[in-house]
């Protein structure tokens, strides 16, 4: 009689197994690790599909580039292997190199002009189209992934406090190309190696969206932060056109409509996030000056016209519909 009792309870604990399980196990890679506000973010738009699906779509999501990098994410996407991932427009660039034109320091004066480039220029909405019928993925939301700013151990007052700077800098075009144009002497480092580099003063200075700023504690061993202002990042959800295709439409319109909710979510805390940053900086220490970047952008026209000269009739088109937008 025991046994059956058992086979029964076992019986049924699987039965509200299967009914509990949700229709649909996707995945979410991402390079971020958990303390970040892409994460935040990610967790957020997790939590809205399961809920406004009444739990048929559960997303797992694998942060720290556990699934590897943003490239490898991507090629995933493509192949059906990945169901969803986060993608600046400028990395892109990879396949399509106009799309370098979402990376060119002071394109952007705001996440306004920069969201309406991608959406609502024929150039950004070509850009799409490409992604969408070439790479396979499909574009959700579009949202704000903070401004990269400089820190020293000098003040910054003006583009000629630049002149000599030794500034850290990721090993990409764009920000080689901003240390280069305004004077500094760009030197790509391991991201691992920054901190102790500005507190052996092995570099003067590095670049970074305030949130980042914060986490790396780099407040620690810099007392100057300039607002240089000079590359603005976005960041995109993206979805395996594989994966969309298997939902029904209803389910379709629940992760369109929460990546929507997520991109939201994820701009404000970005936007509040920096906000109150400043005045954490300042609160350690930290000396914040406020340079004219005018200069800044006059210095960075020769490399303009390097984008120019590798994408011909397609860049100048980009800049030309980019600088018109109001």
């Known amino acids: 009689m025991k046994l059956n009792k058992l086979a029964l309870a076992t019986l049924c604990l699987g039965m509200s197994a299967s009914v509990l399980a ?68 400028a990395r892109f660039q990879i396949t399509y190199p106009e799309a370098e034109v979402f990376a060119l320091p002071y394109i952007f004066s705001n996440f306004d002009v920069a969201k309406k480039a991608l959406l609502e220029t024929k150039f950004g909405q070509d850009l799409i189209k490409k992604i ?51 004077g500094a002497s760009p030197t790509p480092m391991a991201f691992s190696e920054v901190y102790l580099a500005l507190q052996t003063n092995s570099v003067d200075g590095q670049e970074n969206p305030l949130p980042t700023i914060q986490a790396q504690k780099f407040y620690e061993v810099q007392k100057y932060l300039a607002l240089t202002n000079h590359i603005l990042n976005d960041q995109l959800y993206l979805v395996s056109k594989e994966t969309l295709a298997d939902l029904p439409e209803d389910l ?42 005018a200069p800044f952008k006059a210095a960075l026209q020769p490399y303009y016209d390097e984008y120019l000269k590798k994408n011909g009739e397609l860049g100048k088109q980009a800049i030309e519909q980019i600088s018109a937008i109001k």
């Open 22 to 89: 949700a229709d649909y196990d996707l995945k979410f890679g991402m390079v971020a690790g958990t303390s970040s506000n892409e994460y935040k973010a990610v967790e957020f738009f997790a939590k809205e599909v399961k809920e406004k699906s009444g739990g048929k779509i559960e997303i797992s999501i694998f942060p720290s580039a556990q699934l590897g990098d943003d490239r490898v994410m991507l090629k995933q996407l493509k192949d059906g292997a990945l169901d969803f991932t986060l993608g600046e427009s």
């Open 132 to 182: 969408d019928k070439e790479l396979n993925v499909k574009l959700l939301s579009v949202a704000y992934n903070g401004t990269r700013q400089t820190t020293s151990n000098r003040a910054i007052n003006s583009i000629a406090d630049m002149k000599g700077l030794k500034l850290r800098v990721p090993n990409a075009a764009t920000n080689l190309a901003f240390a280069k144009y305004v």
């Open 252 to 293: 379709q319109k629940v992760v369109a409509d929460s990546a929507e909710k997520a991109a939201e979510y994820h701009t404000k805390l970005f936007m509040d996030g920096e906000k109150e940053l400043i005045e954490f900086f300042k609160s350690k220490g930290v000396t914040v000056t406020t340079p004219d970047v």
